[in-house]
């Protein structure tokens, strides 16, 4: 059982960065791939970024690729998605997730745990 817990969403201006964190409960952290997910009002939840176990291996939505870094520390329990150059698209509630899969999922369905979500929003 992973319990997840997300924080560091917030109100930012266009052009704009953020730093979200997740915090994983429990000692097997390290045992599970984590993905970073969104969802905005009147759509699908979608696939952000994703990390493998180790950390050396991650992988990016189009629309974020180049904007955003996920990252994670293993000693922490912890997964990190910074965000810059933000632009009013990118307004959501964001999801991290845990999945046991050892290769790494980017659909929600590859997960089994999630946190509660945190609001990012982004002004014009």
């Known amino acids: 059982q992973v319990q997840l817990v997300e924080s560091g969403g917030g109100l930012v201006q266009a052009g704009g960065s953020l730093r979200l964190s997740c915090a994983a409960s429990g000692r097997t952290f390290s045992s599970y791939a984590m993905g970073w997910f969104r969802q905005a009002p009147g759509k699908e939840r979608e696939f952000v970024a994703a990390?493998?176990?180790?950390?050396?291996?991650?992988y990016y939505a189009v629309s974020v690729k180049g904007r955003s870094t996920i990252s994670r520390d293993n000693a922490k329990n912890t997964v990190y998605l910074q965000m810059n150059s933000l632009k009013p698209e990118d307004t959501a509630v964001y999801y991290c997730?845990?999945?046991?899969?050892?290769?790494?999922?980017?659909?929600?369905?590859?997960?089994?745990?999630w946190g509660q979500g945190t609001q990012v929003t982004v002004s014009s």
């Open positions: 997730a845990a999945s046991p899969k050892v290769v790494v999922p980017t659909t929600p369905w590859g997960y089994n745990y």
């Open positions: 990390i493998n176990r180790s950390g050396g291996r991650t």
